[in-house]
């Protein structure tokens, strides 16, 4: 997520993992809870390992 700060600066990112097979899905997961000043981006698929390491169940999200 690139959050642009409403009285100008630079864009601040934040990454979320997110337990979704389709990088369209996991988009609407976050952009569920987004602002308007964000846009979200999927950049890479998380292997299923890394999905259980974190403890996300389908559709769970965390911030890294």
């Known amino acids: 997520m690139t959050t642009e700060p409403l009285a100008g600066g630079s864009p601040v990112r934040s990454v979320y993992f997110v ?3 389709d990088p369209e899905a996991a988009k609407a997961i976050i952009a569920a ?3 308007p000043n964000e846009k979200i981006e999927a950049w890479a698929r998380l292997p299923e390992a890394a999905v259980k390491a974190l403890g ?4 769970d999200f965390t911030h890294g």
């Open 19 to 21: 337990a979704a097979q």
């Open 33 to 35: 809870m987004m602002a």
């Open 56 to 59: 996300l169940k389908p559709r």
